[in-house]
């Protein structure tokens, strides 16, 4: 007696975690963070990237390093490209 596949036909999509989805960002982006910082601001610039990405506040100044995963579940939008070389 065989062993049937009962969804063989059925044709799967892949299913990604969005805490491992890859976000481009690049030194000098304006990014806003889902939860405001104790100053009012929303709105942080890139200053760093690697594992940890430096952030400095744009409306205290302060900076503060975040693990890149932690980067990723507060990113809501990135406000301002940072302007490329042609």
Known sequence: MGHSRPFANVELTPCYNHRLMYVEIHLGDVVRLRKKHPCGS????VVRLGADIGL???????????PRGDFNKQLKVIVAPAPRPD
């Not at 929303?42 to 610039?45: D, L, T, V």
């Open 42 to 45: 929303y709105e942080w610039e």
């Open 56 to 66: 400095v506040c744009r409306g205290c100044r302060r900076r503060v390093l975040l």
